[in-house]
């Protein structure tokens, strides 16, 4: 068997990153940017107000007489004429300063009466102004691409001109569930059948990870049933099935896969939970078969479908990110491969906690809730006691 960290290098080697494409920038966001972006304009545009307040000119603060008010710049409106030296106007912030002034003076700072402005505070030449291009310049580069694009992202983008962006759409994922004991949520499980709960998780986790889930449906324990499923399947960038991929009589996902020219690159990683994961090709199309066991159905997709699926999405960073923390309980472990184990990290008493969930079986959906990383077991290590540091997988 494979060992996990040479598994996922074929895995990230075999999937490429999709084809980029251009969208409204209003559309852009959770996506990542595939062509660089450079500013259309400078930012601001003028000289502006950073204040509401009078804009004269910085060297007629120096005088003590007043200074005549012969007009206002609005945000929107502005004013077009020039001030003289002596003189001033009324403006708001984000208004244009007018030709002949450079300097605001605060609203606070200052006294109207009978259209004549008396200041009362001590001015600095070019206080409160907010300088053309002083945040960018036209044909600056502004955002690198591969940065993944939110809301303060998009942001910067729209204030630059910039109404379409090039980015990396979001994976298409085909989700299979395989075997006749499988039945749809909102019926009432008989003897020997469950809830399809695996479709719910990888719906749910493919969405909060960027990607649009496209349920395909249940394939039944025979290659007919299995063969429909899969040429559905086809139009998604990546196809997942859960269960069916091991070696039991009814395990009949590989036997369908064959009819459709699957290449396959591995099978079975020394690993728990997940041992009979599957990996290929079908076409150019990536393929996973995840065991059917709920745990490790959601494990085998976090530590290779969810990286896969970063790099595809075009994000430059696609490994899992760890952490390192302290043991808050001695774990026990059997057998040669590497281990799984759901767990809870946070950060308490200047340090990571990591604290294992109960309910570890592979068949147990009560392991995956509330938990937020993987600790990482290797093989062959025995246990960890208590107060040990380990390294666990953050699930983003």
């Known amino acids: 068997m494979l060992p996990y960290d040479e598994a996922l290098q074929i895995v990230l080697k075999t999937v490429q990153p999709l084809t980029p494409c251009e969208i409204p920038t209003a559309d852009a966001g959770g996506l990542v940017l595939a062509e660089s972006a450079h500013a259309q304009w400078d930012m601001p545009l003028c000289d502006n107000s950073a204040m509401d307040g009078y804009a004269i000119a910085g060297q007629s603060s120096v005088s003590d007489s007043p200074l005549q008010i012969i007009g206002a710049s609005y945000a929107g409106h502005p004013l077009s004429e020039t001030i003289p030296t002596g003189q001033s106007i009324r403006i708001t912030t984000g208004a244009a300063l007018p030709a002949g002034t450079d300097t605001v003076i605060p609203l606070e700072d200052a006294k109207e009466e009978n259209g004549q402005l008396q200041i009362q505070a001590p001015v600095s030449a070019g206080q409160h102004v907010r300088h053309q ?37 979001r994976p298409r994922v085909s989700i299979i569930s395989t075997g006749d004991e499988l039945i ?13 709960s695996n479709l719910h998780f990888l719906t749910a986790r493919l969405r909060e990870c960027g990607c649009d889930p496209v349920w395909i449906g249940i394939g039944k324990d025979n290659t007919a049933s ?171």
């Open 133 to 169: 291009g002083e945040e960018f310049q036209s044909g600056e580069l502004l955002i690198q691409a591969g940065t993944l694009l939110q809301a303060g992202e998009i942001s910067l983008l729209a204030c630059a001109g910039i109404a379409r962006v090039k980015v990396y759409p």
């Open 184 to 196: 749809e949520l909102g019926e009432k499980p008989g003897p020997g059948q469950i809830i399809n």
């Open 226 to 396: 299995l063969d429909q499923c899969i040429t559905q399947a086809m139009d998604a960038d990546l196809i997942l099935t859960t269960g069916g991929v091991s070696v039991g009589e009814k395990d009949q996902v590989q036997d369908a896969l064959a009819n459709h020219s699957f290449e396959k690159i591995f099978w079975k990683v020394a690993i728990k939970p997940g041992k009979p994961v599957l990996f290929g090709l079908l076409g150019e199309k990536p393929f996973l078969g995840l065991p059917g066991n709920p745990a490790a159905t959601a494990a085998t997709f976090e530590v290779f479908a969810r990286p896969a699926l970063k790099k595809m999405a075009g994000h430059t960073d696609y490994h899992l990110q760890k952490r390192s923390g302290v043991l808050t309980g001695e774990v026990k472990n059997k057998g040669d491969r590497q281990r799984f184990l759901w767990c809870h990290l946070e950060w308490r008493n200047d340090q990571y906690e990591v604290t294992v969930q109960s309910h570890q079986g592979s068949g147990q959906n009560r392991s995956i809730q509330g938990a937020n990383a993987l600790l990482t077991i290797p093989a062959g290590t025995a246990q960890i006691a208590q107060g040990e540091q380990v390294e666990v997988l953050l699930l983003e």
